[in-house]
């Protein structure tokens, strides 16, 4: 049973963040990137908004370990950050992040895009991230660190707690968490 409430803290950068400090819909960066995938879009339905902000994350960000890109075992980024964060590798102008950074990039652009804050969370497992979305009646998982895009939503229902990857601990949410067993 989950319950509804406050958001635990992050222990990052020397003080205490609450989770959901994390979606930042409102932030520059975030709404800029939101207009221009608006701008290319041939319709328009919340279903396309949906997929264009999916296309975008798995297109655009570069999967990179927090080891690797920050010399620590974990160092959540702002969507700004993950936004700006343009390393040498011989790849121009790519952005890097691990699973929550790019989870949390593509939840507050779910947002800026105009998806109610009810219908986007962002589920933490012990050792992963992704988001879940609702459309119409139903809950769809989007795997943000996936190489490739995805022309089909994937129900939420068939992977959620079908391994320890997808066992939840708390579902982020832009007003608060929920927590469960």
Not at 111 to 134: D, R, T
Request: aromatic residues 14%; glycine residues 6%.
């Amino acid at each position: 049973m989950f319950s509804f409430g406050k958001c635990n803290s992050y222990p990052a950068r020397n003080h205490e963040i609450a989770l959901n400090s994390f979606i930042t819909p409102d932030e520059y960066s975030v709404k800029d990137t939101a207009s221009r995938i608006v701008d290319i879009l041939v319709r328009d339905t919340i279903e396309d908004r949906v997929a264009a902000a999916f296309n975008f994350v798995v297109s655009n960000i570069t999967y990179i370990s927090d080891k690797t890109q920050f010399g620590k075992n974990d160092w959540w980024q702002y969507p700004n950050e993950t936004l700006s964060q343009v390393l040498t590798d011989g790849v121009i102008n790519r952005m890097y992040g691990d699973c929550e950074d790019s989870s949390f990039l593509f939840a507050s652009l779910l947002l800026a895009l105009g998806v109610p804050s009810s219908n986007v969370k962002v589920g933490l497992s012990s050792v992963h991230a992704w988001v879940e979305c609702k459309l119409g009646n139903a809950w769809y998982l989007f795997e943000t660190t996936n190489d490739s895009v995805s022309e089909t939503f994937i129900p939420a229902s068939s992977v959620v707690g079908s391994s320890y990857i997808y066992n939840v601990k708390v579902y982020v949410y832009r007003e608060g968490c929920k927590y469960g067993r």
